[in-house]
């Protein structure tokens, strides 16, 4: 029997239990974790060489910000799958990442069946932007 | 001399509520927003690119 294709998914987050946690919630949905880091310039240089059918990337870290991370990995890979992963909600924040190409958006303090859900909600609506 | 002037405070009230309804309607003041006024958005913003490449 044929088995379905997990998705590949990079975590960029610098808060260990956060990361920990994530990684529990993208292991539960059939995905596979090809990468993992904890700033945005390792995570510029991985997501190249890793090119992962999902990102998961936290805004405020260390050395380079998400933000920056995203509108450099956006330059070169325009239809990648990116959530940003956040405490901060401010409309500034939502606004400034939708300009630089999220395509969703996680407040860290969901509870995991809430995140799944998110995950879920905004792949679907990822996809069928694409036909 | 000293103006006074009555108010309605039922009216007062009511204005005040309206406004803070308003407020919560509109993410450009938002400092916390909801994750489902977030997700909305995002799906919404696909929806855009979508039709602005069809």
Redesign the interface.
């Given at each position: 029997m044929k088995q379905k294709k997990k998705i590949r998914v990079m975590i960029v987050e610098d808060e260990d239990h956060v990361r920990t946690l994530i990684k529990t919630v993208v292991k539960s949905m059939n995905c596979e974790i090809v990468g993992e880091t904890n700033n945005g310039k390792d995570a510029v240089l991985m997501y190249h060489k890793l090119k992962p059918t999902m990102l998961l990337l936290d805004i405020n870290m260390p050395i380079k910000s998400g933000k920056k991370a995203l509108a450099e990995i956006r330059k070169r890979f325009p239809n990648t799958f990116i959530i940003m992963l956040t405490s901060l909600?401010?409309?500034e924040t939502?606004?400034d990442c939708?300009k630089l190409g999220?395509?969703?958006?996680?407040?860290k303090d969901?509870p995991i069946d809430?995140m799944r859900e998110?995950i879920k909600?905004?792949w679907s609506?990822?996809k069928?932007?694409?036909? | 001399m000293i103006l006074k002037e009555k108010y309605d405070l039922n009216q007062m009230l009511t204005e005040i509520e309206e406004d803070e309804n308003e407020q919560d309607k509109d993410v450009s003041q938002g400092k916390n927003i909801p994750q489902e006024i977030i997700t909305e958005l995002m799906i919404n913003n696909l929806k855009q690119t979508k039709e602005k490449r069809t």
């Open positions: 909600t401010d409309s939502v606004e939708i999220a395509t969703g958006f996680i407040r969901l809430k998110v909600q905004t609506a990822y069928s932007s694409l036909q | -």
